[in-house]
């Protein structure tokens, strides 16, 4: 199949699922529709190891999706999806220009679209798909649109056809038809600009010959000057970031426990201060070791204190870690607890992949193309595993475990809410989850979330 088929396919696939339904397992399907599409349409070439495991991570997102239907799948589902139309064009461009590549293809659809000697075949003007395109197609966008406009500015315009009743939902079907026709475009028929493609180089994860060479990086301080400086503010921070290591734990760890309210407050700001430091950390590294000091053989002592500093900040996140884990001893399992978590794990990776970068001589752009692939884990992992379900299970072992607030501000609870109204022997509990959980069953099929479809109620 050419690009103008699998553009025409998606939209038509789009266009059936989405009709007259809500988002649910219809996004799954699409999206599983696309990522076997896109498998079956990349070149041998450019189906490498990290090409499948893309894929793979395509379908499983587009299973959660239908399997949950919430924001974090649905980011899983775009990220993914997103990903492998990409590296399915280009397996050397970096990651970070992804962004970058399909939002200025977003504001160019418009453009690219009327450029049809680029996406449609170049037959014989006798041939029949050019002329249902030629003599149906863009003659029924182009009264559509004009259609919309005349009957949105005048009322008589309007009520000439607003007498007739029509089985089909003339304007979803059309909004329907131009979004799935966007997606399906983009995704098929995305275009490199060559401003985005000549920064490619720059984002490598390895130094070139030119950047190994010995030279100042202000014009204001020579070498010897540049170097000492970097080796007394490190020596300095170092200090600094031990004192406060102490005056960190012993705040958390010594004093005189204050109120759960207290306790809260002081948990968070003083981990947001944590997170704050370690990239502020990270920045000041990548301050001194963006070129040649990788490479300096008099910069052993500045490295060595670079990799003090990373040593002290992991110190710092292991005791932000456990003080999170105490928190949750205390007072049970939350979203922003959880999440702390994660940004902790996440900072946590951005040192060691610091240490690699100093240890091993790599750019600064070896930090950001690895940290990409640790944002896409996580929400791969958010997506993937039902948190609503361990934070309720865990919670409903407590003596204080609060049911109206994991009934109504925990996703996706009810399965260990039945099991616990059950345990219980809360008949009321019991009612309130199976009227939430069969109003959700009431959806049509392709509207349908698949984790109530499982959930059973008596």
Not at 158 to 171: R, T
Request: charged content about 15%.
């Amino acid at each position: 199949m050419k690009t103008h088929h699998y553009i025409f396919l998606t939209t038509l696939i789009f266009v059936i699922v989405f009709y007259n339904e809500d988002i649910g397992l219809n996004l799954g399907i699409v999206g599983i529709a696309y990522a076997v599409l896109a498998l079956y349409k990349t070149p041998g070439q450019n189906k490498t190891r990290e090409f499948l495991i893309i894929f793979v991570m395509s379908i499983l997102s587009s299973i959660a999706f239908a399997w949950y239907g919430d924001f974090a799948s649905f980011l899983a589902v775009l990220s993914s999806h997103l990903l492998l139309a990409y590296r399915s064009r280009n397996r050397k461009m970096k990651i970070l220009l992804l962004i970058p590549v399909f939002v200025v293809n977003g504001f160019t659809f418009i453009c690219r679209f009327f450029n049809f000697d680029k996406w449609l075949p170049k037959t014989n003007t006798s041939g029949l798909l050019q002329k249902v395109i030629a003599f149906v197609l863009i003659p029924l966008i182009l009264v559509a649109i004009f259609f919309g406009i005349y009957a949105a500015g005048s009322s008589h315009f309007a009520d000439l056809f607003s007498n007739y009743e029509w089985d089909v939902n003339i304007w979803q079907l059309i909004v329907i038809t131009v979004l799935g026709f966007f997606i399906a475009f983009n995704y098929w028929n995305f275009a490199v600009e060559r401003l985005i493609y000549r920064q490619n180089h720059i984002l490598d994860n390895e130094f070139g010959e030119a950047a190994k060479i010995q030279k100042p990086t202000y014009s204001f301080l020579d070498l010897n000057s540049e170097r000492m400086s970097g080796v007394i503010s490190l020596f300095c921070l170092n200090i600094l970031l031990a004192v406060f290591i102490f005056t960190f734990n012993y705040e958390q760890f010594v004093e005189v426990q204050k109120t759960t309210i207290q306790l809260g407050e002081e948990t968070h700001e003083r981990v947001n201060a944590v997170i704050l430091s370690i990239i502020m950390a990270i920045l000041v590294i990548m301050m001194y070791f963006k070129g040649g000091f990788n490479f300096d053989v008099k910069a052993k002592s500045l490295k060595i204190l670079a990799k003090v500093w990373i040593f002290l900040n992991v110190i710092l996140i292991i005791s932000a870690f456990v003080k999170n884990t105490e928190y949750i001893i205390d007072m049970g399992f939350t979203y922003k607890k959880m999440g702390v978590y994660a940004f902790l794990i996440l900072s946590l990776i951005g040192l060691i992949l610091t240490f690699i970068k100093i240890h091993t001589q790599k750019t600064n752009a070896y930090l950001f193309n690895s940290m990409v692939w640790a944002v896409y884990g996580t929400v791969l992992a958010c997506s993937f595993i039902n948190w609503g379900g361990i934070i309720t299970m865990q919670n409903s072992k407590r003596s204080d475990f609060a049911v109206n607030f994991h009934l109504h501000s925990i996703s996706f609870s009810e399965k260990q809410l039945i099991k616990y109204a059950e345990e219980k022997k809360d008949e009321k509990l019991l009612k309130e989850v199976t009227v939430k959980t069969e109003q959700q069953k009431q959806n049509t099929f392709l509207s349908k979330i698949l984790f109530y479809e499982t959930t059973k109620t008596k």
